[in-house]
């Protein structure tokens, strides 16, 4: 499932827009004022869409601090303002999209699917996507992603994080991550899977990892 930041002031035409977005299956989180959106760039959603005209932030100094933590992360700019301007700095800003209000809220799903699907390239996403919090996990391509960034994990990391991927909420002992990862003929001990778990930790710090004592890990979520 795609994660998709909305900051749009006014407060009837996000509703709308939320609505329909949702309807394709993507997380939507709304903002209405610039200061809350930039609180939440450190969450790395998949796309964010950004009107121009907000209360209290330029949508130019909120397009520039999104691109300054995440460079490669998709962005559609909407605005009511003059449409040749807006759209030529927004573009030359960084943002991948721009809508001139008013727009049909089908125009910008439309465009949306065709902007997650270039920059993700997952067309069958929903058969071969694990979500882990701000996670995205491609099963065939085995690749984890935050956002539009790639993490860099070994196979035993990622062999890990798809097992929590595919049990979340599940105790697992030591004894049946050794199985699932290492085989039932592995002859180290234990400690392993805490060396594997604690390097995942740090690599994938927003992951939920619990540590059940005397016994092994579970990751909370559904």
């Known amino acids: 499932?795609?994660?998709i930041f909305l900051v749009e002031d006014e407060i009837n035409l996000s509703h709308?827009?939320?609505s329909y977005l949702e309807k394709e299956g993507w997380e939507v989180s709304s903002f209405y004022n610039g200061k809350s959106a930039l609180q939440a760039i450190g969450k790395h959603p998949h796309l964010w869409i950004l009107d121009i005209?907000?209360?209290d932030l330029d949508g130019y100094q909120l397009l520039r601090s999104i691109k300054d933590d995440s460079p490669n992360i998709p962005i559609i700019f909407?605005?009511?303002r003059d449409a040749d301007f807006d759209r030529i700095k927004g573009l030359e800003m960084g943002s991948d999209d721009y809508l001139a209000k008013p727009f049909l809220p089908r125009e910008l799903v439309i465009r949306t699917h065709r902007l997650l699907e270039?920059?993700?390239k997952s067309a069958d996403h929903?058969?071969?996507v694990i979500n882990l919090g701000p996670y995205t996990l491609y099963v065939d391509k085995r690749i984890i992603q935050k956002g539009p960034d790639m993490i860099d994990l070994t196979s035993k990391e990622y062999e890990l994080a798809l097992l929590f991927g595919k049990h979340k909420g599940q105790a697992l002992s030591r004894e049946q991550i050794i199985s699932k990862i290492w085989g039932d003929d592995y002859v180290?001990?234990?400690r392993s899977v805490d060396d594997l778990v604690r390097r995942l930790r740090r690599?994938?710090?927003d992951l939920r990892i619990e540590t059940i004592y005397g016994f092994g890990y579970r990751m909370a979520g559904k």
């Open 16 to 18: 709308i827009l939320k």
């Open 126 to 128: 929903d058969n071969t």
């Open 203 to 205: 690599k994938m710090q």
């Open 1 to 3: 499932m795609f994660r």
């Open 53 to 55: 005209m907000l209360p």
């Open 188 to 190: 180290g001990t234990d």
């Open 118 to 120: 270039r920059v993700y």
């Open 78 to 80: 909407i605005s009511a």
